[in-house]
């Protein structure tokens, strides 16, 4: 650990880091569920009520059609969800800055025994033209045949698809009998972004013509516990089996089941991650006027991207958590979460200011 750097040093830190969403504790009302859910015995592998009550929760957000399925964590529940999805010969195809491309160490090709397809994007964003272009590879007994798209919502670069941008994937992908999967780690500060209804959630997912949501809960709030859900049911049939091939098949699933209903409970996860986006914007705007400090773009919902002199970076870090994103731009990623608060996020853009001006 490197000594607080003198511009820094009287400066109150904020009680928090900007590390990550997944930094942040755990939700009261998602604590609260698990001693609640703490009565004596109930059956395992989510042959208990809470996972019942959870999985009709569910269908309730996404349709009577749907089949739900608890899981750990959000790099298993995109493997499930591929899993289920994708045949012999076939290769998912996704946008080369995607979480199961960069950051899952391989888990999907290790489980699935399958080839990533990466799509060149510049902010994460697959574009419908992209898909036809694969058409090319349709019938060639070379080339893994495309089997499954994967989009993440919100992306890994904070960046939002709209409904219709959605629709216009799927329609291509399905002209190619391709199976689309979301990653929604952050679906709720997506949902949250578009609209911040359930409505709005409904329409970039069952309305857009996706077959399979991972419904993030931890970076949501909760200490673990993902959703799978189908939305089409027939790739649900062989869900049951999947889901503890992939070690996903909590035992004490109520555990997992009851922090997601506290999470749906009165909208919590749009309320929190309504918050955790509005920390992001106090956030950037308190920071983007700073000399020295640039964005590529402005925050869409938790996640900022600013460009800093690489010199301010590590003494800030070091003062206030948070990840290098891309070194070779001094790009840094700064993470709000549902419990940042105006007063952490007041202190860190008086540190960014503090750091740039001693150095100017
Ligand atoms: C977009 C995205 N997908 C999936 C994951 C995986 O979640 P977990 O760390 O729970 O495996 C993450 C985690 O950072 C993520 O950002």
Redesign the pocket.
Known sequence: MNPIHPALINLPAPNTTFA?D?SAGVHLAALQAIIDANTHHALAYGSDSWTQDVQKRFKELFGAQSESFIVW????A?VMALATLLQAGECVVCSDKA??AL??TGAPERALGAKLLTLPTNDGKIRPEQISQLSSLIGVQHHAQPGVLSI?QAT?LGTLYTADEIRALTFEAKKLGMRVHL?G??IANATAALGGTVDTLRDFTVHAGLDVVCF?G??AGLAFG?AVVYLNPEHARRAKYVHKQVNQLPSKMRFAAAQLSALLDNQLWLTLATHANQMAQRLYHATKDISGVSYPHAPAINGLFPILPRAAIEPLADWCKFWDWDESINQVRWMTAWDTTEQDVDRFAAGVRAILASQS
């Open positions: 990550s997944n964590g959000g790099t298993g995109n979480h199961i950051d899952e993440t890994e990653d780690a952050r993030g931890t970076k993902e």
